[in-house]
């Protein structure tokens, strides 16, 4: 194929992917929240912000080295398979150890239990981060769209089945265990590409400031994304993690999956013109408005819907969730189009600036959620918000832009028409929800507002964006020949 359809194909495969994940993501933590306790999922929580910063020892930055480097000699990708593996093994150990200081921090003795049989996760998967990364390399979204909802398709079975019969809080661990497994054994299968017996410390010392550097700024920044749920786990109570935990799932969980989807290919097809800034920004700013189309009138309708969404599919145990959804969702909305932008250090092999971006933003948030928590979930919400919002939202563009030398003024060309066509969704939805009887059914609330605000959503867009609007629905058709790349 061409980059032309290189980059189409990966995207909708990517977005078939993303889509699919998402689907079966939200639809069984819908059946797992009728089975399982707020505190179960606060368990789980405080489980997986451990694993999850051991995975980041298991990457170290060497799937992103893959992608952006032009030229990848067979040396180094085995070696880099073998740092991985080797991260792998001991990221694993190290958890089983260290798992009862982590039940001591949290004071919950189930804890234990649940580490030990997670950090299985990191074996299984360490051995095939580097077949994952040749794969987004050559733009084989196909492939991987195959594997990806395979796996969590059949994780989400397993998922169910476990909390139907009675596994509780295990059932989520059986889950997230399926999909590593059956994700690893499939990368396997597929892959063309096995590792040598190879181990050469000069190409790996090629690659160590771009890696070192990142490995930096992601496991900083993990620590600070990952604050408020350690500060609420340890100060406040596992159910109080358990409805915080629900609310960044149904906000953050479709953001990043969107955001995703085009970052995933836009990774590396700019890493292929890394060195023509004009058709860098070109391709850059179409990415972002197909997002912003997207993602906008979404955290949009999440806003104005809380209550009934909330009601109508986790049930009335989960109503303390509603207020974090309205206080979260506009934060989600512009982190939609600002995880983008890690994409331009990573490309310009700047990841040095992202990492000092990382430390200079970071202690400042791990404040906000500290003050935030003398008035609970709530305050450590409305903390986060309001500082990122205020203080980090314009520095997080203009900083990397500049090395595009792509000016702000143009992000708001692009992005004010969806925010401003997803602002006449909310005002329509919310007059019809006031003249809407107040005993009517949760249920019954979205299947009549949510058809009407997705109508004046497209209706708004095609009076004010319709260039973008036509552009996206012929570039998700199908026999479309419309093209990321112009």
């Known amino acids: 194929m061409s980059l032309k359809q290189s980059a189409v194909s990966g995207i909708k495969w990517s977005l078939a992917s993303q889509l699919g994940r998402q689907i079966m993501q ?4 819908v059946v797992l929240a009728r089975f399982l306790s707020p505190n179960d999922f606060g368990l789980v929580s405080m489980a997986t912000i451990t694993t999850g910063f051991m995975t980041l020892f298991s990457d170290l930055g060497t799937s992103a080295a893959i992608i952006q480097r032009k030229q990848v000699s067979d040396s180094l990708v085995s070696t880099l398979f073998w740092v991985n593996g080797i991260f792998g093994i001991l990221a694993s150990f190290i958890l089983i ?13 189930r804890v234990t239990e649940l580490l030990r049989v997670l950090a299985l996760t990191f074996i299984i998967s360490g051995f095939s981060i580097a077949h994952k990364a040749i794969l987004e390399k050559k733009l084989d979204f196909k492939t991987l769209a195959k594997i990806e909802n395979a796996a969590v398709f059949l994780g989400a ?4 089945v476990s909390a139907f019969t009675g596994f509780g809080v295990w059932s989520l661990v059986i889950q997230t265990l399926t999909v590593a497994a059956i994700t690893s054994i499939l990368l396997w299968s597929t892959s063309q590409w096995k590792p040598q017996f190879i181990f050469c410390f000069s190409d790996l010392k090629e690659v160590s400031s771009f890696t070192l550097n990142l490995t930096g700024f992601t496991i900083f920044n993990y620590f600070v994304r990952n604050s408020d749920y350690i500060l609420i786990g340890r100060f406040l109570s596992s159910q109080d993690l358990g409805y915080y935990t629900l609310a960044y799932r149904i906000l953050v969980y479709p953001i990043q999956g969107i955001s995703a989807v085009v970052g995933r290919v836009m990774f590396p097809i700019l890493s292929k013109i890394q060195d023509d800034n004009a058709k860098f920004r070109s391709i850059y700013l179409k990415a972002i408005t197909r997002i912003s189309l997207i993602t906008f009138p979404l955290m949009t309708g999440v806003f104005v819907l809380s209550e009934p969404l909330i009601l109508a599919f986790f049930g009335p145990q989960w109503r303390p969730v509603i207020i974090l959804v309205m206080i979260l969702s506009p934060l989600g909305l512009i982190q939609s189009v600002a995880m983008t932008v890690g994409y331009i250090y990573n490309i310009k092999d700047r990841t040095d600036l ?3 971006w990382g430390i200079a933003t970071g202690f400042p948030a791990i404040i906000a959620f500290g ?14 918000n309001i500082y990122y919002l205020c203080l980090v939202t314009y520095p997080c563009f203009a900083i990397p832009f500049r090395l595009i030398e792509l000016p702000m003024g143009d992000l708001g ?3 004010w028409r969806p925010w401003f066509t997803s602002l006449i969704m909310l ?12 005993s009517l059914a949760s ?24 260039q973008e609007l036509l552009g996206f629905i012929n570039f998700i058709t199908p026999c479309s020949k419309e093209q990321l790349i112009d």
């Open 443 to 466: 249920i019954w609330i979205l299947v009549i507002l949510v058809p009407l605000g997705i109508l004046s959503y497209l209706l708004a867009s095609w009076w004010i964006n319709r």
């Open 97 to 109: 150890v260290c798992a009862p200081l982590v039940t001591y921090f949290y004071q919950e003795p």
């Open 26 to 29: 939200l639809l069984t933590t």
């Open 413 to 415: 060309l692009v992005l």
């Open 427 to 438: 005002i329509v939805i919310s007059a019809l929800k006031f003249i809407l009887p107040t």
């Open 371 to 384: 003050i935030g928590l003398h008035w609970g979930i709530i305050g450590v919400a409305t903390a986060y």
């Open 157 to 160: 079975i397993l998922g169910i």
């Open 354 to 356: 992202l990492f000092g």
